[in-house]
């Protein structure tokens, strides 16, 4: 099993510009969370999705941020037009149907120019 | 409102020296908590959580609800014990909420 990946590991975009991230989860796992850890904080939760289901996204921006899980291929973190304020490491994590451990990916860095 | 803070950013022992991490919680139901770890180059990892009453790689964590801490501790700091650790306590089945992270050095 190679473990929950994220692709791209760095991210490089200017003001204005979409991002994407990927988040592949563990053979097995059908739930997704995406954090956000902002330089000097803490992880912090932003969506929780099931596959092809939102399931919290208490933690997401309402504006700009949306993410999904299509019942084939990768969760995505979309941000749309992106602003300084958005360059962060976002860890995708995730655990099997009981819901148990979450398993953390190596993070996207994102920075915003 | 549910938080969880850990007072020191940076930490540093020598080997073979004790190590304390401190973790304070806010939470008004039962709380489940854990700690996660994240070596250098590495991805966060779970270390151990209360439930398990584990001990993992010599550390060990007790939950006291008394004074809302979960402090993870080592007798003998080891060199290899040199990582970003995070204090993190599950609100509800989705939901994580990590501390700041206390960045530990052990000094040989």
């Known amino acids: 099993n190679a473990g929950v990946m994220q692709n791209p590991r760095h991210l490089v975009r200017r003001r204005g510009q979409e991002a994407r991230l990927r988040c592949s989860p563990m053979?097995?796992?059908?739930?997704v969370y995406w954090y956000r850890q902002l330089p000097e904080e803490g992880l912090k939760f932003m969506v929780y999705?099931?596959?092809?289901?939102?399931?919290?996204e208490s933690g997401m921006p309402k504006e700009r941020f949306s993410a999904e899980f299509p019942k084939e291929g990768p969760s995505i973190l979309r941000i749309q037009q992106v602003v300084r304020g958005d360059s962060a490491a976002y860890f995708c994590?995730?655990?099997?149907?009981?819901?148990?451990?979450?398993?953390f990916g190596p993070g996207t860095r994102l920075t915003v120019l | 409102a549910q938080r969880v803070t850990q007072p020191e950013k940076l930490l540093s022992v020598f080997k073979g020296a004790p190590v304390e991490l401190k973790c304070n919680y806010s939470?008004?139901?039962?709380?489940?908590l854990f700690w996660y770890v994240q070596y250098s180059r590495q991805r966060l990892q779970l270390l151990l959580r209360?439930?398990s009453r584990e001990s993992i790689k010599g550390f060990t964590a007790d939950l006291n609800k008394g004074e809302t801490s979960f402090h993870l501790k080592k007798p003998f700091a080891q060199e290899e014990d040199s990582a970003m650790y995070y204090c993190?306590?599950?609100?509800?089945?989705?939901?994580?909420?990590f501390g700041a992270g206390t960045r530990l050095t052990v000094k040989p």
């Open positions: 939470y008004s139901g039962s709380p489940e």
């Open positions: 209360h439930i």
């Open positions: 994590a995730s655990s099997p149907p009981q819901k148990d451990t979450q398993y």
């Open positions: 999705l099931q596959k092809e289901n939102i399931i919290d």
């Open positions: 053979k097995g796992h059908s739930h």
């Open positions: 993190a306590l599950r609100v509800n089945n989705n939901d994580m909420r």
